[in-house]
């Protein structure tokens, strides 16, 4: 609901994560080419061990992501892109089951972007990513052998069926 909210031209979509897999950014994404009139494709910043996995990275590069730093999301605002953030990063994908629906740490880069590209930003909610794919925990000398910010240990290894809602607000203009 709300995605009236998203305007025309560049804006930054600032949301929470969640779900050990972006199904968060799956469900933006499928939303904004079914729902939004016009369709629109918005551009993903990822976390940067994303883009360094061999085949992992390829893909999002292919898909059009491009590495969280604020060079990147410059360049895709000044070009009229909608971006798409999360500001929790791994930290909010990888949550245990028991940190559901609970916001994690997130930094404050997005803000200075917004700030000095003259950006809307559109906050959006993903409820309902935490019942996907259930966290039993992580396994941080695993994580570290691989390079990854974690390694979880899954009640499941395929996605539950999980009723899923996207909200997005009105945008919001800083100086």
Known sequence: ????????????????????IAWDALMVLVAMVRE???PRIPRSMVEKFLVRQPWLGTISVRLGQVTGVTENGKRLLDEG???MVFPEGARGVAKPWFHRYE??????GFMRLA???KAPIVPFAFVGGEEIMINLGNIQS??????FPSFPM????????????????APMYFE
């Open 142 to 147: 695993l994580a570290r052998l691989l390079s």
């Open 36 to 38: 939004a009139e016009p």
């Open 154 to 169: 899954l009640l499941t290894p395929l996605p539950l069926p999980s009723k899923c809602s996207l909200r997005f607000g």
């Open 81 to 83: 892109n909608l971006v």
């Open 115 to 117: 700030l000095e590209a």
């Open 103 to 108: 916001l994690q740490k997130f930094g404050t």
């Open 1 to 20: 609901s709300g995605i009236q909210n998203v305007p025309a031209g560049r804006a930054l979509l600032i949301g929470n994560h969640s779900g050990q």
